[in-house]
């Protein structure tokens, strides 16, 4: 996370978390050590699963988490009821001197992820483990939905690219270069954020737009002398007038190209019927002999066009992308929420904690709580939430989340792994950072694991994830 020149992000947070930290220190709770697990109550998007993003940027937060001179100054500032202080002299000389010393165990980004499904659990000092809430819900909130709704468009491209160019309607600069980054994660081959290329190392991708053919006036002119300045990186923009005319044009511009030994990459179509224009335009550069000349289309498309587009048998070669995945279109926030799961007592001893709700969904789950995913051969075959002090066996008992169906005494023959690992010990990052290539990399391979219904997000498809009975048991005897 790249903060401003000069600046400290230390206060990217809601105030109630710091009301709430200067209480637990008046009252001697600040340094007792509590677990808190973040975790999202409903899979965007209407489908069944997520893609968990964001944790890189998180790390950079925490491992950047300091309260400076100038923070320190603004808090001072701060005036309560009847303009007394907010914040007293001595809780601000505490935050001056904290350094963070949580341990923090997460998801691998990239990972296929359910309801309900802790993707990252801090375990620290409860004043430490508060204050870091709304930041970790900030940034992985935001990717995980971008990374999400861009798995959905690049499955339904198949094995077409698709290129992320969103920038200009992202939510603010930070809202662009956090959506580039997660776009990448979910599938995206490459942006036109080069600020993302830059930082994250995000194949970076561009044509040119409609003002170019228009500076011109004429475009074959305008064509050609884009093929001069970008021999090497030839896309043309041939929707400006009259399309199949702009084919046309680009064909013969492409034409000459091949004769002085260059090539022209592509054309991209961004308006009109896209089927029926990408099914002319391929037999006309076929006919031509440019047939490793790709039409990308664009024009406001998502997962649901995609696929309309391709089932009316659309010659589209490389999808552009821009507004539904950088805004996530279709659904603006994911319900992602951090709570409180169990905290040692005055004489140190873990106390379960869960809230009560009426609505089931919003009721959490009590304990150290790790997910353990079982596989068979090369399906996945079901998620258990557990927790860490009380270990399944191989036979084990629970409910399914979303059903709330029992199933006593089920046994795997398949292999298993625990998906929450460690990151952070003690404060320090002790997880080598990943390149976002291996994130991407993994996310196509854990939603080929998904049976086709999860996958496809089909209506009534059930995540398959499970209850281990004791995490259930302590829940209901903690819900009055």
Same mark, same amino acid.
């Given at each position: 996370?790249?903060?401003?020149?000069?600046?400290?992000?230390?206060?990217?947070?809601?105030?109630?978390?710091?009301?709430?930290?200067?209480? *637990?220190?008046?009252?001697?709770?600040?340094?007792?050590?509590?677990?808190?697990?973040?975790?999202?109550?409903?899979?965007? +998007?209407?489908?069944?699963?997520?893609?968990?993003?964001?944790?890189?940027?998180? &790390?950079?937060?925490?491992?950047?988490?300091?309260?400076?001179?100038?923070?320190?100054?603004?808090?001072?500032?701060?005036?309560?009821?009847?303009?007394?202080?907010?914040?007293?002299?001595? +809780? &601000? #000389?505490?935050?001056?001197?904290?350094?963070?010393?949580?341990?923090?165990?997460?998801?691998?980004?990239?990972?296929?992820?359910?309801?309900?499904?802790?993707?990252?659990?801090?375990?620290?000092?409860? $004043?430490?483990?508060?204050?870091?809430?709304?930041?970790?819900? @900030?940034?992985?909130?935001?990717?995980?939905?971008?990374?999400?709704?861009?798995?959905?468009?690049?499955?339904?491209?198949?094995?077409?690219?698709?290129?992320?160019?969103?920038?200009?309607?992202?939510?603010?600069?930070?809202?662009?270069?956090?959506? %580039?980054?997660?776009? *990448?994660?979910?599938?995206?081959?490459?942006?036109?954020?080069?600020?993302?290329?830059?930082?994250?190392?995000?194949?970076?991708?561009?044509?040119?737009?409609?003002?170019?053919?228009?500076?011109?006036?004429?475009?074959?002119?305008?064509?050609?002398? +884009?093929?001069?300045?970008?021999?090497?990186?030839?896309?043309? $923009?041939?929707?400006? +007038?009259? =399309?199949?005319?702009?084919?046309? @044009?680009?064909?013969?511009?492409?034409?000459?190209?091949?004769?002085?030994?260059?090539?022209?990459?592509?054309?991209?179509?961004?308006?009109? #019927?896209?089927?029926?224009?990408?099914?002319?335009?391929?037999?006309?550069?076929?006919?031509?002999?440019?047939?490793?000349?790709?039409?990308?289309?664009? @024009?406001?498309?998502?997962?649901?066009?995609?696929?309309? &587009?391709?089932?009316?048998?659309?010659?589209?070669?490389?999808?552009?992308?821009?507004?539904?995945?950088?805004?996530?279109?279709?659904?603006?926030?994911?319900?992602?929420?951090?709570?409180?799961?169990?905290?040692?007592?005055?004489?140190?001893?873990?106390?379960?904690?869960?809230?009560?709700?009426?609505?089931?969904?919003?009721? =959490? $789950?009590?304990?150290?709580?790790?997910?353990?995913? *079982?596989?068979?051969?090369?399906?996945?075959?079901?998620?258990?939430? *557990? #927790?860490?002090?009380?270990?399944?066996?191989?036979?084990?008992?629970?409910?399914?989340?979303?059903?709330? @169906?029992?199933?006593?005494?089920? =046994?795997?023959?398949? =292999?298993?792994?625990?998906?929450?690992?460690?990151?952070?010990?003690?404060?320090?990052?002790?997880? %080598?950072?990943?390149?976002?290539?291996?994130?991407?990399?993994?996310?196509?391979?854990?939603?080929?694991? $998904?049976?086709?219904? &999860?996958?496809?997000?089909?209506?009534?498809?059930?995540?398959?994830?499970?209850?281990?009975?004791?995490?259930?048991?302590?829940?209901?005897?903690?819900?009055?």
């Amino acid at each position: 996370m790249h903060a401003p020149a000069g600046r400290s992000l230390a206060l990217l947070t809601d105030l109630y978390q710091l009301t709430m930290a200067a209480g *637990y220190r008046r009252e001697g709770l600040a340094d007792r050590e509590a677990v808190f697990c973040q975790y999202f109550r409903k899979a965007p +998007f209407g489908g069944a699963f997520a893609i968990a993003a964001g944790l890189g940027t998180a &790390l950079e937060w925490l491992a950047e988490l300091r309260f400076r001179e100038d923070d320190l100054e603004y808090l001072a500032s701060l005036e309560g009821a009847g303009g007394a202080p907010l914040f007293d002299t001595a +809780f &601000l #000389d505490y935050l001056g001197e904290l350094r963070f010393s949580c341990d923090v165990d997460a998801v691998a980004e990239g990972s296929v992820v359910f309801a309900h499904e802790p993707l990252l659990r801090v375990r620290g000092p409860l $004043l430490q483990c508060q204050i870091v809430e709304t930041a970790l819900l @900030n940034i992985v909130n935001f990717q995980t939905l971008v990374a999400t709704k861009a798995a959905r468009v690049c499955s339904a491209a198949g094995d077409e690219p698709v290129l992320e160019f969103g920038l200009r309607r992202a939510q603010g600069i930070d809202g662009g270069l956090s959506a %580039s980054r997660a776009a *990448y994660v979910g599938g995206c081959a490459a942006t036109s954020n080069v600020l993302a290329g830059k930082l994250h190392g995000i194949p970076v991708r561009g044509t040119h737009g409609h003002s170019w053919v228009l500076a011109f006036g004429d475009e074959r002119d305008a064509f050609e002398a +884009f093929a001069r300045a970008m021999p090497h990186n030839c896309v043309l $923009l041939v929707d400006t +007038f009259d =399309t199949p005319e702009g084919v046309r @044009n680009a064909i013969e511009v492409g034409v000459s190209m091949r004769e002085d030994g260059a090539r022209l990459a592509g054309i991209r179509l961004d308006s009109g #019927d896209l089927a029926g224009l990408s099914v002319e335009a391929r037999a006309l550069l076929d006919e031509a002999g440019l047939h490793d000349t790709a039409i990308v289309a664009s @024009n406001d498309l998502d997962e649901d066009s995609i696929a309309a &587009l391709k089932q009316r048998g659309a010659k589209v070669g490389i999808w552009g992308v821009g507004t539904s995945i950088a805004s996530s279109g279709g659904q603006s926030a994911l319900g992602g929420v951090y709570k409180l799961t169990q905290l040692r007592d005055a004489s140190g001893e873990w106390q379960a904690r869960a809230k009560r709700s009426e609505d089931p969904d919003k009721s =959490t $789950l009590p304990g150290m709580l790790q997910v353990r995913r *079982y596989t068979v051969g090369d399906r996945l075959d079901a998620d258990l939430i *557990y #927790d860490e002090s009380d270990p399944p066996r191989a036979s084990w008992s629970g409910v399914t989340l979303e059903s709330g @169906n029992a199933e006593r005494g089920r =046994t795997f023959e398949g =292999t298993h792994r625990d998906l929450l690992q460690t990151v952070v010990a003690g404060g320090q990052i002790v997880a %080598s950072a990943e390149a976002l290539d291996a994130a991407r990399k993994r996310c196509r391979s854990e939603l080929a694991m $998904l049976p086709d219904e &999860l996958a496809r997000g089909r209506s009534g498809s059930v995540a398959p994830v499970w209850l281990e009975e004791g995490v259930r048991r302590r829940q209901l005897a903690l819900l009055p």
